[in-house]
């Protein structure tokens, strides 16, 4: 009688040590529009008994909850959501996060085109599909704020929203689009030049581009004006009073604008090499 019972007890030991909690859950849809927002969650966890669930909903109302049954979980807002479950019986716990396993389209097959990249001054056409109609944000710089491929100009770097609806549900679903404007605000002042006749760096000029206005001045060590021009094609040519200046090193101010309305002061020197 008791070899029978010292069996029966090794066995349940067995049995006991072997058994593994494992979480698991079922949503009662994954698939979510504007006219079906709400889910409800069911705890399939095997291999034990619970005593502690713990759930994570985020993008979700509301977000979390401790129960063996959540409540009617809602998404307002589109996009693809992770759900976790934690389990515990006391001794042992698991965890299960399935990812992107709520999926919330308003306007299922609504698409904006990736985000282009454009020098200053250039345009990019925009795109959306998958709605009736199209309404974008900020209307600024837009040939038609309300066309599927409208054509923007920005001068700076900015972020249009497009909210695409389809008339036949009434779902609407906002997406975004970035235009990066690159802007090559470049200036280059030579640190020497000869006016000696030769053909070859006879004339101090201020390059660049973009400007839309330039105030060029160039002052001898006494921090006498030699030259001044807001033309950025002229250059100084090494003359002061119709006489030549003399070889030395010279001080130059270039205050400039940009088209973009970016605005700054250099200074620096250049040497006048007879």
Same mark, same amino acid.
């Given at each position: 009688?008791?070899?029978?019972?010292?069996?029966?007890?090794?066995?349940?030991?067995?049995?006991?040590?072997?058994?593994?909690?494992?979480?698991?859950?079922?949503?009662?849809?994954?698939?979510?529009?504007?006219?079906?927002?709400?889910?409800?969650? /069911? $705890? @399939?966890? #095997? +291999?034990?008994?619970?005593? =502690?669930?713990?759930?994570? %909903?985020?993008?979700?109302?509301?977000?979390? *909850?401790?129960?063996?049954?959540?409540?009617?979980?809602?998404?307002?807002?589109?996009?693809?959501?992770?759900?976790?479950?934690?389990?515990?019986?006391?001794?042992?716990?698991?965890?299960?996060?399935?990812?992107?396993?709520?999926?919330?389209?308003?306007?299922?097959?609504?698409?904006?085109?990736?985000?282009?990249?454009?020098?200053?001054?250039?345009?990019?056409?925009?795109?959306?599909?998958?709605?009736?109609?199209?309404?974008?944000?900020?209307?600024?710089?837009?040939?038609?704020?309300?066309?599927?491929?409208?054509?923007?100009?920005?001068?700076?770097?900015?972020?249009?929203?497009?909210?695409? /609806? $389809? @008339?036949? #549900? +009434?779902?609407?679903?906002? =997406?975004?689009?970035?235009? %990066?404007?690159?802007?090559?605000?470049?200036? *280059?002042?030579?640190?020497?030049?000869?006016?000696?006749?030769?053909?070859?760096?006879?004339?101090?000029?201020?390059?660049?581009?973009?400007?839309?206005?330039?105030?060029?001045?160039?002052?001898?060590?006494?921090?006498?004006?030699?030259?001044?021009?807001?033309?950025?094609?002229?250059?100084?040519?090494?003359?002061?009073?119709?006489?030549?200046?003399?070889?030395?090193?010279?001080?130059?101010?270039?205050?400039?604008?940009?088209?973009?309305?970016?605005?700054?002061?250099?200074?620096?020197?250049?040497?006048?090499?007879?």
């Amino acid at each position: 009688m008791k070899k029978t019972i010292l069996v029966w007890i090794s066995a349940l030991f067995i049995q006991s040590a072997t058994a593994q909690l494992v979480a698991d859950f079922a949503a009662s849809n994954t698939t979510l529009d504007c006219n079906s927002q709400c889910i409800n969650f /069911t $705890d @399939l966890t #095997t +291999g034990g008994t619970p005593v =502690l669930w713990q759930w994570s %909903f985020p993008g979700a109302v509301p977000a979390s *909850f401790t129960g063996q049954v959540p409540p009617a979980i809602c998404y307002a807002n589109d996009g693809f959501f992770d759900v976790t479950l934690i389990v515990s019986d006391g001794i042992d716990s698991d965890t299960l996060t399935k990812t992107a396993y709520i999926i919330k389209e308003s306007v299922p097959g609504a698409t904006v085109s990736p985000d282009p990249v454009i020098p200053f001054g250039a345009t990019a056409t925009l795109s959306a599909s998958g709605g009736t109609s199209y309404a974008w944000l900020p209307v600024t710089n837009l040939d038609d704020p309300t066309s599927q491929n409208p054509v923007a100009s920005p001068s700076n770097t900015t972020t249009y929203t497009v909210t695409i /609806t $389809d @008339l036949a #549900t +009434g779902c609407s679903t906002t =997406l975004e689009v970035t235009v %990066f404007v690159l802007k090559d605000n470049n200036i *280059f002042i030579p640190t020497a030049f000869s006016p000696n006749a030769d053909g070859y760096n006879e004339v101090l000029y201020l390059r660049g581009n973009n400007f839309q206005s330039v105030l060029f001045s160039v002052y001898d060590r006494w921090g006498e004006k030699v030259f001044e021009t807001n033309d950025e094609s002229r250059g100084w040519d090494g003359n002061y009073k119709g006489e030549k200046a003399v070889a030395g090193v010279y001080t130059y101010v270039a205050v400039l604008t940009y088209a973009d309305g970016f605005q700054q002061t250099i200074k620096g020197q250049t040497a006048l090499v007879r």
